[in-house]
């Protein structure tokens, strides 16, 4: 899951960046929690390289003004004038981007799929 060798793990364990508790066999274990740490540490601390350019031309920039999120999703509004975007996304992605009711944000629309409806009251030919 960490991506590295069973000597990193005995490394990181025996210089305390690693927590792990042994077995009754007397093998290193590592809790998921020490794991999911590390991943977030490791997330935090990577330095991804600013994007410059990208072909999405929807672009509205907008105000936050809705998050629902449970356990594993989560809905985001964005009044971007007068549009109201919702973004469906993990509750992971919103805590990485920390967002906040309030905050400014940019909602980015690359559609495949357009659908288009007819309102009522058209008159027939």
Known sequence: MLGVTVDTIRRW???DRLRTVRSDGGQRLVPIEEVTRLIGERRRASTDRPIVAQSARN????IVTRIEKD??????EILAG??????LMTAEAVDDLQLR???EAIAVVKA???VVEVPSGRESR
């Open 82 to 87: 007068p549009h109201r975007l919702v973004s």
């Open 71 to 76: 356990r594993v999703a989560a809905v985001v």
């Open 59 to 62: 672009r509205f920039a907008g």
């Open 101 to 103: 009711i309030g905050d």
């Open 112 to 114: 495949t799929n357009v």
């Open 13 to 15: 364990a025996d210089d």
